[in-house]
């Protein structure tokens, strides 16, 4: 396993008007994961994310980095955030320059960088997310996907060691949905650590390392995708299960059970794979 870099002790949160957000939460997020945070709307998600680089701090309980709880004075945050880059799932409510490269430029200017530096970081974070041929571009101008890849891009300058996104895939078509997985999947594969929110359960059984199941401000479940999206009382909360676990699980009533013939598929494409290499295992015997 490889060692924590963010975790939650006992956290609570209570909003000025009473809500209680989170409950006494404690997980561990892991350096160089891939974890995907499930919930309904109000199971304490985006209050989470804001914990995760003190834009909120909990009213019990500590957030700890690396093992040691964050230092909430203006130093300690400035350096928190630019370990922990936070994206928002409206993008319209994170960007506000003019241009691409101004609004991608604003993190890394205000860490005190040199001009080239800062233009360096900019030109690495647009190549980054495919935007580097808009770095000209009206921020206004652009579709709402590429303002999503845009603040990306812009958390990425800060050069961070954990990415979070609230809601990532929201408001995006198939297409874009591709293009930006693949965004993630390079970031991923760099040494980067991901946390992403999101509603889409056949996405977090195929891309997670790990998941989290919030529900109503506590947390209800969290480890592997596998073991974790087939517990009844987690399919109960979301509503659902995913369609490769649920495909899985129909073949094994008619007697095909492709976990005892050695397969575990938890995407569309890894399922197709071992529905072929059985058949051709049976024209063969």
Not at 88 to 96: A, E, K, R, T, Y
Not at 116 to 141: F, T, Y
Not at 237 to 249: M, Q
Request: aromatic content about 4%; overall charge negative; hydrophobic content about 40%.
């Amino acid at each position: 396993m490889s060692d924590p870099i963010l975790s939650f002790t006992d956290v609570s949160y209570r909003y000025p008007d009473g809500t209680n957000a989170l409950n006494n939460c404690s997980l561990t997020i892991r350096r160089g994961t891939r974890t995907a945070v499930l919930g309904a709307n109000g199971a304490g998600k985006t209050t989470m994310f804001l914990h995760l680089n003190g834009i909120l701090r909990p009213t019990g309980g500590h957030v700890q980095w690396e093992e040691t709880p964050l230092d909430y004075s203006r130093r300690g945050m400035r350096e928190l955030r630019s370990r922990v880059g936070l994206v928002f799932q409206n993008p319209d409510s994170q960007l506000f320059s003019a241009s691409v490269r101004e609004d991608v430029s604003f993190g890394p200017m205000n860490l005190g960088l040199v001009k080239e530096i800062v233009r360096e970081r900019v030109a690495e974070a647009l190549l980054a997310v495919g935007m580097a041929e808009s770095a000209d571009k009206p921020v206004h101008n652009l579709s709402y996907g590429q303002k999503k890849r845009v603040c990306i891009a812009g958390v990425l300058a800060m050069q961070p060691e954990v990415l979070v996104l609230d809601e990532p895939m929201a408001g995006l078509d198939a297409a874009m949905q591709t293009e930006l997985t693949a965004v993630l999947e390079r970031l991923h594969a760099s040494g980067m650590t991901v946390i992403i929110a999101t509603h889409d359960l056949d996405f977090a059984y195929g891309w997670a390392d790990e998941v989290i199941v919030l529900q109503s401000g506590e947390l209800l479940a969290h480890g592997l995708p596998a073991e974790i999206l087939q517990q009844e009382d987690v399919q109960d909360e979301l509503g659902a299960a995913p369609l490769v676990a649920e495909i899985t699980r129909t073949l094994s009533l008619i007697g095909i059970d492709l976990r005892d013939k050695g397969y575990l598929p938890r995407s569309k494409n890894e399922l197709l794979k071992a529905i072929t290499a059985l058949s051709r295992q049976e024209k063969t015997s």
